[in-house]
């Protein structure tokens, strides 16, 4: 890390309450030149506490750099032990000062160099930015009359800036025959001598990197891990590659207050170049009866592996993002080559989007991918009744459920929200949630309604609801309490009450 110190360069306010010594100008003259015979002290003709406000010079943060922290020194005395100044620091910004806390500056009778902790945020609460060091200054306050008067002799703010981190990808590179999921390896640097503290990997092809307009940052991949949080220098590519020419491109990060600070991206070029599988079919239907899609896909016999397996993907954005279904990343064919899947939570009202692959399996359990199969498009269609589908056991799936109302109700936590001196972002400290994220109210008629809905309202798991007008989310049941009711002829209904909270999936 680098610190630059700044120095008072304007008097915004407090001249007329203040006393120059030593022959300066101004306040601020008087506090910048290194020299103990210049100071200032508040004005005898003043009763009361004074304050003068002092603008600071600045630096410039360059698009490699990020502020880490300041923090306000000064060399001061006090005469006797009832002496009293505070000094802030400060910065104005959008017309309105900010200051932290003081520098207390207490009953030292000579002349003493103060010296506050870094703060990592800028007064306002937000991360430090060229705006708010532009803006530096600070406020001195002398609270006694005369004959305890301070002296203020010099002012500084450091500024602790921090260096970009650099990257370097050494791997993979060359033509790569024998697997189609590479290790990427790279080295971190970092001129502060700070550690790695995240990284991100994205694989692009040549199609996509030579495209006009990329960016690594933004462009489509073929494969990105995400950000990690991890000191590791290196990682397997977490997909599988078709033969192809690619490049991995790796940018790392080192924690700065709490949040990464970025590298560039670097990267290195490599070609894989393998015998591939063969391409199934795939076809898809929706059972709308039994709120399910079902995948078929036919692969032929895997020559020249040892096994193979499908995968099925489904896009809910027509085709421009797929996921892997749940439980559709390893079937396993029949004898005769022919695998199956089904899909119990593509949203309804809809065309959904599928795809599937054959993923070849050698002797040393490296794993090659066919290109993807025909893009098979299914309209899901919604009978307007409420489903609630255990997706893990979906023997007990269950829809057309008589749903009365969805009851709204407040989520109460007892919490606290402080930010601690130096924080860039509040803190917030909250005991158990007390109450629910919403509750169905439900009625059943019969008794083999109600036997039919019992497993799914005892289930302890998470349940995927979709209610008659295409939404759904995911949900855990945390209370049930029902009322029953006789009727005429020995019927009895049920009031039932599933108190929820709303999960991930």
Not at 19 to 36: F, K, R, V
Request: glycine share 8%.
């Amino acid at each position: 890390m680098a610190v630059t110190t700044v120095r008072p360069n304007a008097t915004a306010s407090g001249t007329s309450s203040f006393t120059i010594s030593g022959g300066s100008p101004t306040l601020n003259a008087a506090t910048s030149d290194d020299s103990d015979a210049t100071f200032f002290s508040k004005s005898t003709s003043i009763v009361g506490q004074a304050s003068a406000l002092l603008d600071f010079g600045t630096t410039t943060i360059s698009a490699s750099q990020r502020v880490k922290r300041c923090r306000i020194r000064a060399r001061a005395l006090t005469p006797t032990a009832d002496g009293r100044i505070n000094v802030y620091l400060g910065t104005r910004t959008d017309n309105q000062n900010y200051f932290h806390s003081a520098l207390d500056i207490r009953g030292l009778n000579s002349n003493t160099h103060f010296t506050v902790p870094y703060q990592t945020s800028a007064p306002n609460g937000e991360d430090w930015s060229q705006t708010t060091i532009d803006g530096l200054r600070a406020k001195v306050t002398e609270y006694n009359d005369t004959g305890v008067l301070g002296s203020i002799f010099e002012l500084y703010i450091d500024v602790d800036i921090s260096a970009q981190p650099t990257v370097t990808v050494s791997a993979p590179t060359g033509t790569i025959t024998t697997n189609t999921a590479p290790d990427v390896t790279w080295a971190f640097a970092d001129t502060d001598n700070e550690t790695q503290a995240f990284y991100e990997i994205k694989v692009f092809t040549a199609a996509q990197y030579n495209a006009v307009g990329f960016n690594a940052l933004t462009s489509t991949s073929t494969y990105e891990s995400g950000e990690i949080a991890s000191s590791d220098n290196t990682a397997v590519v977490g997909d599988l590659l078709l033969s192809g020419t690619y490049r991995a491109y790796v940018r790392v990060a080192k924690s700065v207050n709490g949040s990464p600070f970025y590298s560039a991206f670097a990267f290195s070029g490599f070609v894989i170049t393998v015998t591939p599988p063969s391409v199934p079919t795939l076809s898809a239907s929706w059972n709308s009866s039994l709120g399910q899609a079902t995948l078929t896909i036919t692969g032929t016999s895997p020559s020249g592996y040892t096994s193979q397996y499908f995968e099925v993907d489904r896009s809910d954005d027509g085709g421009v993002t797929y996921a892997t279904l749940r439980y559709g990343e390893d079937i396993t064919p029949s004898a005769s080559h022919i695998g199956t899947a089904v899909d119990y939570e593509a949203p309804r009202g809809i065309v959904v989007y599928y795809r599937a692959r054959a993923v070849g399996v050698d002797a040393s359990s490296n794993e090659f991918p066919s290109a993807y199969s025909t893009i098979q498009q299914v309209l899901i269609t919604n009978d307007e009744t409420w489903w609630f589908k255990v997706i893990d056991d979906p023997t007990i799936n269950l829809g057309d459920v008589r749903v009365l109302a969805q009851l709204d109700t407040n989520i109460e936590e007892p919490n606290t929200v402080f930010r601690p001196l130096g924080s860039t972002r509040p803190i917030v400290v909250a005991g158990p949630i007390q109450g629910e994220d919403g509750i169905y109210s439900i009625k059943t008629l019969t008794e083999a309604e109600y036997d039919a809905f019992y497993p799914v309202m005892v289930y302890q798991g998470t349940i995927l609801v979709q209610d008659p007008a295409g939404n759904q989310k995911y949900v855990r049941i945390t209370s049930r309490t029902f009322a029953a009711e006789s009727k005429q002829g020995g019927v009895i209904y049920r009031d039932i009450d599933l108190a929820y909270v709303e999960v991930d999936e």
